[in-house]
Structures are given as C-alpha cells and as structure tokens.
C-alpha cells in the first residue's frame, strides 16, 4: 500500500501530485452507514486509480486523503461499446454498476446493486436501484433527472416526478444535486487549493464533492460518474491570432 499524498500546494500543483482538501476543509467521514450529521467532503481525481492507458477513471478521496471510491475500468468510448462500469469502494470491492440504456435518445442510464463476484452480471439484473437520463436534448445546461426504483408505482418515467434533480452546469463543475422538494443532497464544486494568500483553482479534472448527511454516499458517486457521461463539454471557439 503507497502512502497517503500529501496535502497540495502549489508546488504539488505544478509537478501532477494527487490533490486532497486541506486542513481547513476537513471533515470527519466515517462509515457511510453511521449516523454523521456533517457534511462529507470528497476530492474527485478523473484519473482511475490503476492508471491503465486510454481509460479515465475515478479516484476519490474523502477528507482524510484516503481512497474512498473508484473506477477503473471506464473508457471513453460511445455508448454502443462503452459497456459497464462498475464503482468500487477504496478497496476494490463492487458497489454499483451502471449500464447505458442503448435503444435511448436521451442518454439513459440505470444503476444496479453490483453482484459480489467479480465478473458475474447475472446476478444484480433484477436489483435494479435508479435510472438517470439528460432532461432534454436541447437544453444546453446540464441538467439531469433520477428515478429511484420503488419511488413509482408505473415505469413510465415521462409522466412521473424524478427523485433527484441535476441544477446546474457539470462541466463548468458548478452543479447541485436536490431532491424532487428541491432540498440539496449533494454540490459539485471547482477545487481550490494552496495557502489563503495563493489559492489557485485546479482544473476539471479535479473538483470538490460535498454531501449532505444522511444520504448514500455511493449512489450520489454514481450519479457523478454518470453525469461525466451524459453531460458534454462547452463549446469553446478557437481563436486565430494572425
């Protein structure tokens, strides 16, 4: 097992190192299960912990720079081949799998309880936990919906309430997650790192995930991953200079 990174600064910054909250934003994360009434606040590195070649990946640490989730086998590939993708916990043990819905116009995806052995997909088919889809094609913010499995008596989702809403922009890593009552569970933010004096915003490749208490910290995690495949870059023109 390597060491924990150290906490950044801008030196970090500059030769790649791994970046965790700092002291200041600690928080104390227990087990997802435990009744912790402060927020978790988790770093998300879109970079898989294995560092195979071609893939993205998660890596996120909660605020005492350890590994919390990850994803490893995630390549960016279009939906038709892209697969499963399956989150895991620190360790490596499956939680969730996420599945693209194919025959889908809105980016549909469902999430499923993750079978115990690696590679058998039979047995999480039926325990399917939520599907989330772009609200619509058109809209060029990137709002989502989430429909939790058992919330609805009818599988038509067009005429049904989602259980979560995605407000906001992904990309620009500026988003909540709320509740249909509008209540926030979760918020994406840019991550800021080094001393008060020198803060310096990271990149999107890294950014902060705060959740609130007493929500599954795993199923918003699989949220996030899904969102980081539904939800497409700004256009940002070139600029020519003569």
């Known amino acids: 097992m390597h060491p924990a990174p ?16 700092s002291d200041a934003d600690a928080l104390h994360h227990g087990c997802p299960a435990a009744a912790d009434q402060q927020p978790a606040l988790y770093t998300v ?15 996120v640490y909660d605020a005492a720079g350890a590994l919390a989730f990850r994803v490893d086998n995630y390549s960016r590939r279009r939906k038709f081949f892209a697969g499963e993708l399956l989150l895991m916990d620190g360790q490596g043990a499956p939680l969730l799998a996420l599945r693209p ?15 115990e052995e690696a590679g058998d ?13 772009k609200c619509s094609l058109v809209k060029s913010n990137d709002e989502a ?24 922009s992904f990309w ?22 080094g001393a ?22 795993s199923m918003i ?13 700004p256009y940002k023109p070139l600029i020519c200079s003569s």
């Open 45 to 59: 590195w879109k970079r898989s912990s294995m560092g195979f070649q071609g893939t993205d990946g998660f890596s």
């Open 145 to 168: 919906e989430v429909h939790v499995s058992g919330c609805t008596a009818s599988s038509d989702h067009d005429s049904q309430a989602p259980s979560f809403m995605v407000q906001g």
């Open 221 to 233: 995690m699989a949220i996030v991953v899904i969102l980081d495949r539904i939800c497409q870059r």
């Open 6 to 21: 150290p906490r950044s600064s801008p030196s970090n910054i500059a030769t790649g190192k791994r970046v965790h909250p």
């Open 121 to 133: 997909k039979s047995s999480s088919r039926g325990q399917h936990l939520f599907s989330m889809r």
């Open 172 to 193: 620009r890593r500026s988003c909540k997650i709320q509740k249909g009552s509008g209540e926030e569970v979760a918020r994406i933010t840019r991550k800021k790192a």
């Open 196 to 217: 008060v004096s020198e803060t310096v915003t990271l990149d999107e490749d890294v950014f902060s995930l705060t959740i609130m208490p007493n929500v599954d910290r």
């Open 101 to 115: 819905q194919i025959l889908s116009m809105c980016d549909h995806w469902n999430c499923y309880r993750a079978p």
